[in-house]
């Protein structure tokens, strides 16, 4: 992000804070749906740049697609 020109201060203030980071653990599924979603919605965040969700089963090493990558997302305005 810093080598596309978002200052650093910015990105400081989007760390979340410790009950949110410790809320996205009760269903995993739904976080990377939520996190996904305010990716691409992010307006520091280009919009040709892929974004989509996995998730890891550290059972079996296996990721899975939560949350397809939209090739053709919107261009509209932010």
């Known amino acids: 992000m810093l080598t596309r020109g978002v ?5 400081s203030r989007l760390q979340p804070s410790l009950r949110q980071w410790l809320g996205s653990f009760h269903d995993p599924v739904r976080n990377v749906e939520r996190v996904v979603g305010l990716l691409r919605d992010n307006p520091f965040i280009p919009r040709d740049v ?11 090493g296996l990721l899975t697609p939560a949350v397809p990558d939209l ?5 509209g305005k932010r």
């Not at 200052?7 to 990105?11: D, F, S």
């Open 7 to 11: 200052q650093r201060e910015a990105i």
């Open 50 to 60: 892929p974004v989509h969700g996995l998730m890891f089963d550290p059972g079996t």
């Open 71 to 75: 090739d053709a997302r919107p261009q």
